[in-house]
């Protein structure tokens, strides 16, 4: 069965330090992968995706995240965070061709000013 | 700009109520979902519902049920509310299920 793995549930950094969460996902095939993110009392929101083709791919706000496929990894990185960057953040795979996306734990990062 | 509605926003009630969260999406997306989010944030894919074809996770008690009137709405019932119930309960759609979009979401509270 497929899984998504975000080991990190918490992570702090400093305002203009730069950021990396990660995941890692459990599937045969190349799975399409996503993160998305939720800020307080809202939903969640895309922040990028990766269908196929260039392994990294850039998202809103300064978000990057690379597709390893020999590492089954699809970590999300930033240069410089924000404060307003502090969030849950999600990594979740979809199956192609299927309405089955499955989600991380989620990563809340806390950014200090 | 927030194309997946919900409503209410919160909801308070007690044990054994009947309760109902209306989802309405506005992308024309052929499938929509229900997520349960616990109060540490995960997330359970409850229900999906594709051209009228129900998807359920085998582990969802049977006093929830999802009600369609076409594809853009879906709205969730739940029959007799029990404390366990009290979370989040998030709307999605999607096309061919790609990307999600999601609503704000409703909280419950169950007293």
């Known amino acids: 069965a497929q899984s998504v793995t975000q080991p990190d549930a918490r992570v702090t950094v400093s305002e203009g330090a730069s950021l990396q969460l990660r995941c890692k996902y459990s599937y045969s095939g190349t799975p399409y992968l996503f993160w998305y993110v939720q800020y307080p009392r809202q939903g969640l929101q895309l922040l990028l995706k990766?269908?196929?083709?260039?392994?990294v791919v850039q998202g809103v706000n300064g978000f990057e995240a690379e597709f390893i496929k020999s590492n089954s990894s699809f970590h999300l990185r930033k240069a410089s965070v924000h404060w307003s960057d502090s969030a849950v953040y999600f990594c979740?795979?979809?199956?192609?061709?299927?309405?089955?996306?499955?989600f991380g734990t989620g990563t809340r990062l806390q950014v200090l000013p | 700009e927030t194309a997946v509605f919900q409503t209410p926003n919160y909801h308070v009630t007690q044990v054994g109520n009947e309760v109902s969260f209306n989802c309405k999406q506005t992308l024309g997306h052929d499938t929509m979902y229900w997520y349960k989010q616990d109060s540490k944030k995960l997330l359970k894919i409850m229900f999906s519902y594709n051209n009228k074809q129900l998807i359920v996770n085998e582990t969802v008690p049977r006093r929830f049920s999802p009600q369609s009137s076409d594809k853009a709405h879906l709205n969730l019932r739940i029959k007799s509310v029990e404390p366990e119930d009290s979370a989040v309960y998030l709307c999605?759609?999607?096309?061919?299920?790609?990307?999600?979009?999601f609503g704000a979401g409703t909280r419950l509270s169950v007293l």
């Open positions: 979740a795979v979809s199956l192609p061709n299927t309405n089955k996306v499955v």
């Open positions: 999605a759609s999607s096309w061919e299920g790609n990307t999600l979009y």
């Open positions: 990766y269908y196929s083709g260039d392994p």
